[in-house]
């Protein structure tokens, strides 16, 4: 047993669909099926059973998913704890981020840094885009954190000759019900606009609603109704006790423990990916500074890209 196996094994049991999870995994399904095997094998016991074509777990699979999380937790915190001392962060930061990116992707890798980090002294805020670019090219942020596509940076970059953009992480986001809700009886683990439009979507977003790529998706192109939120108990709880869906990053390979939990949600995939590109932005003066190269270089371990 292996890393590498438990992560398609976890990735297998969050898509509920061995497909999914080799599209997931570059790998193809056939070798997504063969480690489940081995594992059952491993382990002398069923994992998995047939439900309406999708995977589900069994009773010792949901344990056995738990413990794979947490022995997966433990190594990255381990490599993160590695890496902060390799990296030897220490001084001042200021870091500023597009609102809606901070719960799901910043948060972990921010309290691990504030963990690990002790000689590090960050400051956070959430702005919009242009904001961003302004407060970076003035120096008064000196790393920012924005959704960046290939156009973006060309027109980002016309407007500001001054800065450097640098590719970071590229993550799908999924459609996350109840386990009860009508849509979880579907055999295809993928939805269109068809399915979509009779059930509510509820999304988080903070101040800069218009820096969202996911509302220009939803709120002009369906007859869906959407919702808005600042608060991620209120978003859980109306996508847990009601037929509310929203969506959430899968991120290389997993969901975000603090919103996802497989005894009682399930996850759906759009028909067409909705893909976030984000990147880092910084003053090209600033460029040679060691704690911002290390900072990013820490990032970079962290989501292993």
Known sequence: MNTQQLLYFITTAQTRSVRQA??????SPATISVVLQQLSDELQTSLSKKSSGAFELTAEGVLF???AQEILTLIDSSRCHF????????GQLHLAAIAGIFPFVLSPFLTT???ECSQLILTFQSLTAEDILQQVSAQKIDLGYLHLTEKDEAIYAQKHPDLIFERFITYDF???AHKNHP?????K????SVFLKNYPLILYVHEAVADNPLLTAFSTQSTQKVYFTQNTNYLAHMVNEQDYLTLIPYINQRLPTQFFDIRSQVIFFPQKPLCYHTG???AAQTAEQTLLQNFIAFARHFYHC
């Not at 080799?22 to 790998?27: E, I, S």
């Not at 849509?183 to 055999?187: E, F, I, N, Y």
């Open 189 to 192: 683990r993928s939805i269109g």
């Open 280 to 282: 880092f932005v910084y």
């Open 183 to 187: 849509l979880a009886k579907k055999k």
């Open 22 to 27: 080799a599209r997931f995994c570059g790998v």
């Open 174 to 176: 999924v459609f996350m």
């Open 113 to 115: 840094v504030m963990m």
């Open 65 to 67: 998913y738990e413990a």
């Open 83 to 90: 890496y902060a001392s390799q990296f030897h962060l220490a």
